[in-house]
Each structure stands twice: as C-alpha cells, then as structure tokens.
T-cell receptor, first 116, second 112 residues
Framework: AQTVTQSQPEMSVQEAETVTLSCTYDTSESDYYLFWYKQPPSRQMILVIRQEAYKQQNATENRFSVNFQKAAKSFSLKISDSQLGDAAMYFCAYRSANDGANNLFFGTGTRLTVIP | EPEVTQTPSHQVTQMGQEVILRCVPISNHLYFYWYRQILGQKVEFLVSFYNNEISEKSEIFDDQFSVERPDGSNFTLKIRSTKLEDSAMYFC??????????FGQGTRLTVV
C-alpha cells in the first residue's frame, strides 16, 4: 500500500519569507500523481498544486512550487513571499495513475503559521 | 466554476441513530469518493464509487456504512447506527477521467 509521510507537524514562517514543507512517499508504481492540498480553518480541502510523476519539470502555481525528486520519492512544497492567508494545514497526497477510481492517500499534515 | 456541494454542513445526531450525508458531485465527473477526517487527524479514504457501484472501500467502511447514487446527481453516505467514534468531518469528492479530485466543503458530524 502507498504511504505518505509528512515529518513536520508544524512550521512557521515570517510574512514575505519563503518556507518549504516536506513530504516523502512510498510506492512501487512508476506512474502516479502527487498533490498538495491546503485546509484553512474552514476545513475545506483546496488543491494547491499537482505533479505528474512522468514529468521531470517541477510544477509551479504562482507563489507555490514543488521540488519533485522521483528517485528519492520526495515531494516538497515551497511557498514564496508568504502571506497571512497561507496559514493553514497542508496535506501532501498521492494517487495512482492506473485505470480505475484510485483514491487519494494523505499524509498527516503540516500546520503552517505565518507570523506578521 | 463547478463545485461539489455537501449538505448539511453540520449534523448532530444521537448515538445509534441513522444519518445520511448528501453530496452533489460535479455533473460530468465519473468517480466519486467519501473521505473522513477525525478532528486533528489526517484525511482517510472511506469508499470510491464508479459506474454505479463501489469500486473500492477501506477497512473503516464496514457494514454500518453504505453509499448510493439514487438519481444520477446525488451521492449519499449512510451510517446505519452511529457510534461516538463516527464523529468527524466527512468529505465528498469527485473527479473526471483526467482531472484532480474536487472536494466539497465537508459535513461535520457530531454523535452525542
């Protein structure tokens, strides 16, 4: 079974600074997707960024970028120019790319605090 | 922008009662999911649904749970006899063939 590990239960960053959240995963599959979801206090799950395993280029969405290291099974999220609204729980997630429903496997989350 | 809608946003029920959580997935999506998040813990997969049947289910999804897509638009999760430990946030999600999963706002279930 796939497992996703987030080793940082909590992180903090000064407003306007950069922070990196870590994620590692374990799988025997070669094709899959990786995601970062944001969960603000409202508890809604919001997709931040997505990475296809077959793509070598790291995904970027505005201030959010990932460092995808397939051989190391590592998928970290970098938030640049942190804003107060970035404060939330961040979950790393894995999904197989095989045919089928393929549910998401989530890590335990990292709570990010942004210090004004 | 299309979205997944869940009702109610908060449900309080007595232990032993049945509850039905409702979801309206995005209309052209094919795969439907229920996830659960106990307060302060990670999001856990319950069940996936495709082509009008359960595709996969986790160990959590025991005989007390069932899912239905009764009318082609709604997607429901029923808990037959609720226990205190069923208190959690329940998320519905849907996705198309080549899209990521979109989550609803969640239903907070409190069993007293």
């Amino acid at each position: 079974a796939q497992t996703v590990t987030q080793s940082q239960p909590e992180m903090s960053v000064q407003e306007a600074e950069t922070v990196t959240l870590s994620c590692t995963y374990d799988t025997s599959e070669s094709d899959y997707y990786l995601f970062w979801y944001k969960q603000p206090p409202s508890r809604q799950m919001i997709l931040v960024i997505r990475q296809e395993a077959y793509k070598q280029q790291n995904a970027t969405e505005n201030r959010f970028s990932v460092n995808f290291q397939k051989a190391a099974k590592s998928f970290s999220l970098k938030i640049s120019d942190s804003q107060l609204g970035d404060a939330a729980m961040y979950f790393c997630a894995y999904r197989s790319a095989n045919d089928g429903a393929n549910n998401l496997f989530f890590g335990t989350g990292t709570r990010l605090t942004v210090i004004p | 922008e299309p979205e997944v809608t869940q009702t109610p946003s908060h449900q309080v029920t007595q232990m032993g009662q049945e509850v039905i959580l409702r979801c309206v997935p995005i209309s052209n999506h094919l795969y439907f999911y229920w996830y659960r998040q106990i307060l302060g813990q990670k999001v856990e997969f319950l069940v996936s649904f495709y082509n009008n049947e359960i595709s996969e289910k986790s160990e959590i999804f025991d005989d007390q749970f069932s899912v239905e897509r009764p009318d082609g638009s709604n997607f429901t999760l029923k808990i037959r006899s609720t226990k205190l430990e069923d208190s959690a946030m329940y998320f519905c999600a849907s996705r198309g063939v080549n899209t990521e999963a979109f989550f609803g706002q969640g239903t907070r279930l409190t069993v007293v």
